[in-house]
T-cell receptor
Framework: QVQLVQSGAEVKKPGASVKVSCKASGYNFRSYAIHWVRQAPGQSLEWMGWIDAGNGDTRLSQKFQDRVTLTRDTSANTANMELSSLRSEDTAMYYCARDYYGSGNNAFLFWGQGTMVIASS | SFEMTQPLSVSVALGQTARIACEGNRIGNEIVHWYQQKPGQAPVLVIHRDTNRPSGIPERFSGANTGNTATLTISRVQAGDEADYYC??????????FGGGTKLTVL
C-alpha cells in the first residue's frame, strides 16, 4: 500500500532553516509528483509547491519562491522540502502529498502524517 | 488570482443531508476537489474532479460544480463525518488554492 512517512518535529530559531523529508513506498516513486502543503494552527491549508519526482522539475507558489527548495532522492524514494529564513509565522504542520495521477495537476490522493515545525526564539 | 469562499460552519442533524458550498467566480469552469480533515489528522481526499469518489469513500459523499458554486453533499450524515472540509482548485497563474474550510457539526 502507498505510504508517505515524514521526518519528525522540528524546533528552530527565527532565521534558521529547516528540512523536512518524505519517504515514499508502495508505488513507483518516479512516476508521481509530490506536493508540499502547510497548515498553521487553526488555519486553512496552504500549498507551497510540487516536485516532479521523475525529472526533479519544481513549481513553487510565488509566496515561497525565495525561501523554499524542493529536492528528491530517487535512490531513497524520498522528497525533501527546505524552508529558509524561518520566522514565527512559519510555525505550522507541514505535509507532503502524492499527486493522484502523476503530473502535479491533479488532486492529492495520499498524504504524509505531517511534520510540526515550530519557529521560536 | 482565483478566490474561493466557504461558510465557516455547517450544522446538520444526524441522518440528514449536509451541503457544503465553495463559491467562486465561474467556479463551474474549474475542476474542484474536496478534502475531509479530522482533528489531528492529515486531510483525506473525498471528491476529485468535481464529482468523483476515490476508492474507499462512501457513496454518501457526492459533488457538483456549476455556475459560481461547487457543492459537497453528504447524505445520511454520521457522527464520524464531523470534520473540516476544504475545496481546492488549480489556478493557472498562482498554482493550487484551498478554500478557507468549513467545520461540519453533527447534531
Amino acid at each position: 500500500q502507498v505510504q508517505l512517512v515524514q521526518s519528525g518535529a522540528e524546533v528552530k530559531k527565527p532565521g534558521a532553516s529547516v528540512k523536512v523529508s518524505c519517504k515514499a513506498s508502495g508505488y513507483n516513486f518516479r512516476s508521481y509528483a509530490i506536493h508540499w502543503v502547510r497548515q498553521a494552527p487553526g488555519q486553512s491549508l496552504e500549498w507551497m509547491g510540487w516536485i516532479d519526482a521523475g525529472n526533479g522539475d519544481t513549481r513553487l507558489s510565488q509566496k515561497f519562491q525565495d525561501r523554499v527548495t524542493l529536492t528528491r532522492d530517487t535512490s531513497a524514494n524520498t522528497a525533501n522540502m527546505e524552508l529558509s529564513s524561518l520566522r514565527s509565522e512559519d510555525t505550522a504542520m507541514y505535509y507532503c502529498a502524492r499527486d493522484y495521477y502523476g503530473s502535479g495537476n491533479n488532486a492529492f490522493l495520499f498524504w504524509g502524517q505531517g511534520t510540526m515545525v515550530i519557529a521560536s526564539s | 488570482s482565483f478566490e474561493m469562499t466557504q461558510p465557516l460552519s455547517v450544522s446538520v442533524a444526524l441522518g440528514q443531508t449536509a451541503r457544503i458550498a465553495c463559491e467562486g467566480n465561474r467556479i463551474g469552469n474549474e475542476i474542484v476537489h474536496w478534502y475531509q480533515q479530522k482533528p489531528g489528522q492529515a486531510p483525506v481526499l473525498v471528491i476529485h474532479r468535481d464529482t468523483n469518489r476515490p476508492s474507499g469513500i462512501p457513496e454518501r459523499f457526492s459533488g457538483a460544480n456549476t455556475g459560481n458554486t461547487a457543492t459537497l453533499t453528504i447524505s445520511r450524515v454520521q457522527a464520524g463525518d464531523e470534520a473540516d472540509y476544504y475545496c481546492q482548485v488549480l489556478d493557472s497563474n498562482t498554482g493550487w488554492l484551498f478554500g478557507g474550510g468549513t467545520k461540519l457539526t453533527v447534531l
